[in-house]
């Protein structure tokens, strides 16, 4: 089973505590990563929001970048036969190596307003954004600013423009619903809700209604099936791997199809994960239990070739 998942947060921890990617008590590890027989990992470098809302929020990225970077050359070193994920040609490759990661961006903060960051973090690897974290930047509102009724700004439309450009993902989890209708009417790309549930579900304004659900279908991108506990359930302390089933299938009726379904887990990043799901290695029983509900081929497309073929459509 390979297993590609969207969002995580694990670079954080990864810098805070100074410890490794191939071992560690986090929620997310390599070695773990290999005994499930593979992934294709996103790497989040996430810009803490209000502190880095007037600036400062490049230099920040920069210390993750280093971890990231320090990280990957470490697992080479010890043999690992690590991917990092850039073009095309990689995300086709995926399969043939032990694992793979891909570099991203949570809060559009981290390039500071700047197109030329932007493309310069692009250079050094980067191939997916989220757009803005809850809060408010140069970009957009966060869902925490819903009320203020906030889309794209003109500096935001840019950013769109430039990494459908450059080739790389747009992502619009945490955004708030005006600035989600206006990516998709920006972006000449799909686009992607790396990290996100079902509203109809559960009634948190991190989740998608069904309206953006299937906004998402039709415009051919791809929605991440999160693992926090309070975007599963109303009640977090309920939530678990049947709730983790009931989002994925709420998600998979209402478009009809299985083509645009993924995982982002948001591990390293969530402080209530579900009762049995409490790291990466437990991806194992979820599509253990998925598998006695769904045919081999839709399991195939939800655990990764849903996300390697968004990967051939942008990058
Ligand atoms: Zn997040």
Redesign the pocket.
Known sequence: MFICDC?C?TLTELYKKQIDLYENKQHIDVKRQLKLGGMLQFY?M?VPTPEYRYGGGLRYTMLLLDTYLQQMRKLKEQGIDILQVRTKEDAADVLNHQCASLLAI?EGGAIDGSLEALRCLYELGVRAM?LV?SNRNDIADGVNEECSGGGLTVFGRKVVAEMNRLGMLVDV??MAPAGFWDVLETSSKPIIAT?SDAKALCAHPRNLDDKQILAINENDGLIGITFAGQFLEEDYNNACIESVYKHIDHMLNLMGNDEHLGFGS?FD?ISHPPYNIQGVQDYQPLIEYLATKYSDSTIKKITHQNVLNLLQKVL
Do not use: L, R, Y
């Open positions: 969002h947060d989040a996430f949570e989220t974290w989890s945490h990290h948001d990043g």
